[in-house]
Structure formats: structure tokens, C-alpha cells
């Protein structure tokens, strides 16, 4: 696609359910990463998928968490039994091969938990 | 433990008049700096980047920072702001752990005055 695209744009759930979050990278970037930003802070690495491997997922916060990539392309972000404190907007972007390369980001996902 | 901290919070510039975003940066050795750029609901952007070299480097939008090792800084700068300069800002600088991992500042909010 011309852009990073990520959906839904906002999610508001109760606390103790599951959310998914998707994340559509550009096409033929194999790099792919998931950042949060929580109010006032900036934003905080996640997880790092290299084509459908993520060799890096120390950002994950808890258990909780968890992330899969398929086909190279498209990423969820999965969240269980989501509490207050995952409330967040979360962005995905994608590099055409990863190192220190720029990062094209998605609009984020607004994520509110009641 | 690594760290970017960007001092305000907020800015207000008038409309034409000039601008300065600090940043700070822990490392101490000559790292790889960024600055993105958030507009309201968009992903971030892009503005420049510092490898190595010259210490002044130019960006988009007519933007430029300039490294200064003696002071960990990385401040931004634009000669003459415009109304749509009005965003997010954010400093970065590339974890030392890996080669992919940005570690980001808190922002700082710019609006700009008629």
C-alpha cells in the first residue's frame, strides 16, 4: 500500500478482555515494529519482526502480549485480559530492511480500556 | 540506561519567527540521532538524521539540527516558522543493543501563533 495502515484507528474495551490490533506494513518492507505511547511519554519499543521472526521482543510489557506476523506483511498485536494501564496509542512501522534505516509509521490505534 | 529528554514540553513561536527544539541524549559516544515529527492524526515523519560527518544536517520542511558531542545535544531548528509547523516533536537516539531499536524522547508540543 502507499502507507503504513493500522486498525482499528480507535478501541475502547473493558478491562479483562482481549483486543487485537492490526498493522499493515508498505509492501516489500520486511522490517516491521510495534511501538506504544502512553500520555505525556514518548513512545516505548515493543517488538521487532524481521520478515515472519521476531528476534527482539524484550519490549513486551508482560505475558500478556504477544505479536505474529504472517506472510511477511500483515502484523497483530494481541492484548489479553487488557488492563487500565494498557491504555495507549499503538503504532506500527515498517523499514524496507531494518538497521537504522527510516521508519515509515501508521496513524496508531488508540487504545482505551474502561 | 539510555535516554533521550526533550526539556519543554510545550512551545509557543509566532507565526515567521524562529525556533529551537532541545534535546539531550545519555550516550556519551557518537550515536545515531533522529527527530520525527507527529501532525494531529498522522504517523510520525522523518525529519532528519546523524550518523556521522558534518554536524549541522539539513532535513525536510527546512528543518536542521545540529549535533554537539562536548554537549550530548541534538537541538532542532528552523529560521521561520509556519502554521503547519504546529506537531509533535519528537528526538531519538539508536539503542545500543541493536541495530533497529530507537529510544525516544517525550516530545514536545509546538503551536504556533497567527
Known amino acids: 500500500g502507499a502507507g503504513v495502515s493500522q486498525s482499528p484507528s480507535n478501541k475502547v474495551t473493558e478491562k479483562g478482555k482481549d483486543v487485537e490490533l492490526r498493522c499493515d506494513p508498505i509492501?516489500?518492507?520486511?522490517?516491521l515494529y510495534w511501538y506504544r505511547q502512553s500520555l505525556g511519554q514518548g513512545l516505548e519499543f515493543l517488538i521487532y519482526f524481521q520478515g515472519n521472526s521476531a528476534p527482539d521482543k524484550s519490549g513486551l510489557p508482560s505475558d500478556r502480549f504477544s505479536a505474529e506476523r504472517t506472510g511477511g506483511s500483515v502484523s497483530t498485536l494481541t492484548i489479553q485480559r487488557t488492563q487500565q494501564e494498557d491504555s495507549a496509542v499503538y503504532l506500527c512501522a515498517s523499514s524496507y530492511t531494518g538497521g537504522r534505516e527510516k521508519l515509515f509509521f501508521g496513524s496508531g490505534t488508540q487504545l482505551s480500556v474502561l | 540506561a539510555q535516554s533521550v529528554t526533550q526539556p519543554d514540553i510545550h512551545i509557543t513561536v509566532s507565526e515567521g519567527a524562529s525556533l529551537e527544539l532541545r534535546c539531550n541524549y545519555s550516550y556519551g559516544a557518537t550515536p545515531y540521532l533522529f527527530w520525527y515529527v507527529q501532525s494531529p492524526g498522522q504517523g510520525l515523519q522523518l525529519l532528519l538524521k546523524?550518523?556521522?560527518?558534518?554536524?549541522l544536517v539539513q532535513g525536510i520542511k527546512g528543518f536542521e539540527a545540529e549535533f554537539k558531542r562536548s554537549q550530548s545535544s541534538f537541538n532542532l531548528r528552523k529560521p521561520s516558522v509556519h502554521w503547519s509547523d504546529a506537531a509533535e516533536y519528537f528526538c531519538?537516539?539508536?539503542?545500543?543493543?541493536?541495530?533497529?531499536?530507537?529510544?525516544f524522547g517525550s516530545g514536545t508540543r509546538l503551536l504556533v501563533r497567527p
Open positions: 509492501s516489500g518492507h520486511t522490517a
Open positions: 546523524y550518523f556521522s560527518g558534518d554536524t
Open positions: 531519538a537516539v539508536g539503542a545500543l543493543d541493536s541495530s533497529y531499536k530507537l529510544i
